[in-house]
């Protein structure tokens, strides 16, 4: 499969590389920008970003940005519930690669807090998130190849109360996957100024084929991003 062989509706755009390096500097590049053009004219920025393999090295580059940092507040779309010591916490993937270089100064807003089990947190993880007023300025989505993104994911039982649910984040517990989640809801990423989904890989656009072919988001739920406009960046 080609990534000019998905039948993409006309709101989503595609940004595709021959290499990885090369995607990484262009997003780095227009998520650079955006920022930058949201402390300009507001004062001030968000940046929510995924978890998983694929955001590393573009973590990495974006660390390095000259970029108003301390007026750009980080979060997470999601976080597997487990201290930020645990090798699987999304909290320590971004500390360790974002937080770092000029960015070590941005404000970051984590959705892991301790001694609480996952659903019982997600009160208070909401009032943290209300410090993010209005769109979030970016939204970096991953996806899995069983369709979820953020951990949207089909198996669990929670889906459909993050879907309709009308607070910033929620929490879900994944059957296919490891730990319980807190995850950033529909209704909290799509009010956002820009949404990238950013996939590498033949077998992700596959995903992305079933997903589009199926369009219904409760058995493949970035479908449901697909519904609205949405850049994808895409690298072998
Ligand atoms: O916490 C997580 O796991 C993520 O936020 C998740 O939604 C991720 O983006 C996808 O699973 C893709 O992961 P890879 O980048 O590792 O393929």
């Known amino acids: ?6 039948k993409l509706p006309e709101h989503v755009s595609v940004k595709s590389f021959d290499s990885r390096i090369a995607l990484t500097n262009a997003l780095t590049e227009s998520i650079s920008q955006q920022l930058n053009a949201a ?27 000259d970029l108003p940092w301390t007026h750009i507040i980080t979060t997470l779309v999601d976080d597997r519930w ?8 999304n909290e320590a993937l971004v500390r360790t690669h974002l937080l770092q270089n000029k960015a070590a100064q941005a404000p970051f807003i984590g ?14 993880v909401n009032t943290k ?22 951990s949207l994911f089909p198996c669990s039982t929670q889906l459909p109360l993050a879907f309709n649910s009308d607070r910033d984040c929620e929490a879900v517990k994944p059957t296919t996957a490891p730990h319980s989640r807190m995850t950033l809801t529909p209704k909290r990423l799509f009010n956002s100024e820009q949404r990238i989904l950013h996939i590498c890989g033949e077998d992700k656009l596959d995903t992305l084929a079933k997903a ?14 697909l519904r609205q406009p949405i850049t994808i960046y895409w690298a072998p």
């Open 129 to 150: 998130l209300s410090a993010i007023e209005g769109p979030l300025t970016t939204v970096i989505l991953g996806m899995g190849n069983d369709g979820h993104t953020a």
């Open 82 to 89: 487990v201290a930020p010591e645990h090798k699987d916490s």
């Open 212 to 225: 589009l072919e199926i369009d219904d988001p409760n058995t493949m739920p970035i479908g449901l991003f």
């Open 1 to 6: 499969m080609k990534i000019s062989d998905l």
């Open 39 to 65: 402390v300009s004219a507001k004062g001030t920025a968000s940046l929510a970003v995924s978890g998983g393999s694929t955001p590393v090295p573009l973590f990495q580059a974006l660390s390095k940005q």
């Open 111 to 124: 959705l892991w807090q301790a001694n609480t089990p996952a659903s019982a947190a997600a009160a208070h």
